[in-house]
C-alpha cells in the first residue's frame, strides 16, 4: 500500500475506531464473549497490528506467505466465535476508511487503488484468521461441531 494511502488511513484512526466500535454495537451478541463491551478493549491492539502490517514491509511478506496456504476467510465449526463479528465490523470500518482516503486523492491510479484494497484485504483477513483459530482452538464446542460435522456427512452418504 502506499504510503500516503497509508498515512491517511493512520490520520482517520480514531475515526476508524469509532465506527469500528459503532458497527460491532449494532450486532446482535450471540454469546456474553461477543457482548461489545467485552470486545471493545482489543480494537486499538487491533489497530496498531493492522497498521503494523501496513507499514512494514516484512509483514506484508510474512501475511503473504501465511494466506497462500489459507483460503479467504476464517472459519469457525460452531459460529459461536465472538471474533467473526469483530474482525466483520473492522473489515467495513477499515474499507470504508481506503475509500474516503482514496476520494481524497483523485489522481489516484486505479491500479494502485485495488492493489490497497487487495493488500487491506489481505491484512485483515490473516489477522483476523489468525485470531479466530485461536480462539477456537480452546472452544468447549469445538469438539461437539466437529462430530457434528461428520456425522452429518455419514448420515448423508447412508
Known sequence: MQDSLVRALRAQ????????????????????????????????????????????????????????????????????NPLLTYFAAGEQALDEALVLAQADLPALDPVVRDAAFAELT????????????????????RLGAQTTAVAGSTAARV
Open 13 to 80: 484512526r480514531p475515526q476508524i475506531r469509532t465506527r469500528w466500535e459503532a458497527l460491532l454495537r449494532i450486532e446482535r451478541a450471540n454469546t456474553p464473549l461477543a457482548n461489545p463491551d467485552a470486545l471493545v478493549f482489543m480494537l486499538d491492539w487491533t489497530l496498531d497490528e493492522m497498521f503494523t502490517a501496513f507499514g512494514s514491509p516484512h509483514a506484508r511478506r510474512r501475511i503473504s506467505r501465511a494466506v497462500e496456504g489459507a483460503a479467504g476467510k476464517a472459519h469457525c465449526p460452531c459460529g459461536r
Open 122 to 141: 489481505l491484512v485483515v483477513r490473516e489477522i483476523s484468521r489468525r485470531e479466530i483459530e485461536s480462539f477456537c482452538a480452546v472452544c468447549q464446542y
